[in-house]
């Protein structure tokens, strides 16, 4: 399980077939910083609601360049809190440099807002106005202060829970699959680099896909 070797132009995730190598001719990193506009505050409107933490006003939409799961340029989006944008922009900045891979990183609100459903599509996202599951308090990810990438290959493990449920493949960390985050990986250095915490150093449970400011 977990192995990868070259077989031609292909890296062959054992698993799961051949998975393409990073182009050669990546177009340079870039992404923008927006507020939110009236169009974009109708998108969202399975992800904030009036009641929120924070204000429409408070956050930005960011328009991020990543390297895809096929190895070539794709441009995804997320909406954080204004305060974090600009290192948001360089964390993913070190990624891209890095050809770290994203399968998929769209809004959440195109699962309707629901959190398990964009888990289950290996969905890379940020602000969700939602709990901390089984509490009151609100997630960090309610104050656009917290992303999850590659749910998938990175789940969240408390006990015998693993959510989302495909991620139990991934529960040995010491393979080198795409998208795989660990202690010593690009994604953890590169929010290290911007002071924020990751969900994999928890002691009680893991949050492999979780990175926020606070680091809870």
Known sequence: MGALKIAGACLVLLATGCVAAVAEDLPPYSA???????????????????GCPVPLSALRLLKIRYVGFDGQAHTGELVVNADVAADVKQAFGRLYAARFRIERMRLVDAY?????????????????????GGSNSWSEHAYGRAIDINPIQNPYV???SIQPPAGGYFLDRN???????RADSAATRAFDAIGWGWGGRWSR???????SSSGR
Do not use: E, P
């Open 205 to 211: 449970s893991k949050d492999y896909q979780h990175f």
């Open 175 to 181: 393979g080198h699959q795409l998208g795989l985050i």
């Open 112 to 132: 309707g807002g629901d959190d398990d459903a964009s888990m289950a599509a290996n969905n890379t996202s940020a602000f969700n106005c939602r709990r901390v």
């Open 32 to 50: 923008t910083v927006s507020r939110i506009d009236s169009a974009t505050a109708q998108r969202m409107s399975s992800s904030w609601r009036t």
């Open 158 to 160: 408390r006990g015998s």
